[in-house]
Structure formats: structure tokens, C-alpha cells
């Protein structure tokens, strides 16, 4: 009766180890899946990034000339000023 036992057992020990390495492979292809993930995300933000930059400097130039078409306006409108009075 021990030995049935002991067949027993190993019988559940090996339907544990199938069934943990199943659960490992699983789990493996679930972190590769999420290692692609996030350099999926780390190059969207990469891009967002540099998108991000690039109007940075486009607000920078808009501001600029704003600032100097705005000038130009006061100091023509100062002018027409001087001249009437």
C-alpha cells in the first residue's frame, strides 16, 4: 500500500510541474507582451516629445513677431499722433 502511495504522489507532483510550467510560459508571453507595450509607449512619447519641442520654438517665433509687429503698430500709431498735434 506504501508503494500506491508514493505512485500517488509522484503522479500529483508531476501534474504540479506541468502545471506550473504551463502557468510560466503563460506568464512569460504576458511579459513580453508588456515589454513591447512599453516601448510601444516609450516611442509615442519619444515623439510627443519632440512634437512638444518643435512648437515650443513655432510659439517662440509667433511671440517674437507679435512682440515686434505690436512695436512697429504703437510707434506708427505714436507717429500719426505727432503728426496731427
Excluded: C, P, Y
Excluded at 510541474?17 to 519619444?46: F, G, N, W
Excluded at 505690436?70 to 506708427?76: D, F, L, N
Aim: proline share 0%; no cysteine; net charge negative.
Amino acid at each position: 500500500m506504501s508503494n500506491w502511495n508514493d505512485d500517488e504522489a509522484a503522479m500529483q507532483t508531476i501534474r504540479e510541474l506541468a502545471t506550473h510550467s504551463a502557468d510560466i510560459k503563460h506568464i512569460e508571453a504576458d511579459m513580453d507582451k508588456m515589454a513591447k507595450d512599453i516601448e510601444e509607449i516609450k516611442e509615442a512619447l519619444r515623439s510627443i516629445s519632440v512634437t512638444l519641442s518643435e512648437a515650443q520654438g513655432g510659439w517662440k517665433t509667433l511671440l517674437i513677431v507679435g512682440g515686434i509687429g505690436a512695436s512697429i503698430a504703437t510707434s506708427v500709431a505714436w507717429f500719426i499722433d505727432m503728426v496731427k498735434h
